[in-house]
């Protein structure tokens, strides 16, 4: 039996349209070397501004942990690929760093699932919400300050 080729990076398949329900991803991008670069104010408004300035895509909710950032997002121009969209934002905040030394900022590569139903954009955001309090930075995940929600996404009736 011969093994099974190993994929060396995420597939990123275009998602999914249908005029029948919205189309929301769930994305997962990590600093590189995983280093502990996020959790403070600057980086939460750097990314902020950096996704209201890469508007091909509406980021819903997020939350943003000291080495990596999930968020919820769908495509406001579809013509503009996922992979194309984190790139620039990621760039776009990597310019606007101001610790040269920090840099790269980014791991290559980033996780993507599209989500199917309500009740998985529900689960998925509960689990990622209560991750700050898994990682034992607060004691109530409400209180962590860098998560918020920029563009209301459908499926958000939790």
């Given at each position: 039996m011969?093994?099974l080729?190993?994929?060396?990076?995420p597939?990123h398949?275009?998602p999914?349209i249908?005029?029948?329900?919205?189309t929301?991803?769930?994305?997962?991008v990590?600093?590189a070397?995983?280093?502990n670069?996020?959790?403070n104010?600057?980086?939460h408004?750097?990314?902020t501004?950096?996704w209201?300035?890469?508007?091909?895509?509406?980021?819903g909710r997020y939350?943003?942990l000291p080495?990596h950032?999930?968020l919820?997002?769908?495509?406001f121009?579809?013509?503009?690929?996922?992979y194309?969209?984190?790139?620039?934002w990621?760039?776009?905040?990597t310019?606007?760093w101001?610790?040269?030394?920090?840099?790269p900022?980014?791991?290559?590569?980033f996780?993507?699932?599209?989500?199917?139903?309500?009740?998985s954009?529900?689960?998925?955001w509960e689990?990622?919400?209560?991750?700050?309090?898994?990682?034992?930075?607060?004691s109530?995940?409400?209180d962590?300050p860098y998560q918020?929600?920029?563009?209301?996404?459908?499926?958000?009736?939790?």
């Amino acid at each position: 039996m011969y093994p099974l080729p190993c994929r060396q990076h995420p597939a990123h398949p275009s998602p999914i349209i249908s005029m029948d329900r919205p189309t929301v991803i769930f994305v997962t991008v990590c600093v590189a070397d995983r280093r502990n670069l996020l959790p403070n104010s600057a980086a939460h408004q750097l990314l902020t501004e950096a996704w209201k300035k890469a508007g091909a895509w509406k980021v819903g909710r997020y939350v943003i942990l000291p080495d990596h950032v999930h968020l919820f997002c769908s495509p406001f121009d579809p013509s503009f690929s996922l992979y194309r969209w984190v790139h620039f934002w990621r760039n776009e905040f990597t310019r606007q760093w101001p610790n040269k030394l920090d840099k790269p900022i980014w791991q290559k590569n980033f996780w993507d699932t599209q989500l199917r139903r309500g009740e998985s954009y529900a689960t998925k955001w509960e689990y990622v919400r209560l991750n700050p309090l898994r990682a034992g930075l607060v004691s109530n995940p409400d209180d962590w300050p860098y998560q918020g929600e920029l563009e209301k996404l459908s499926w958000i009736e939790i």
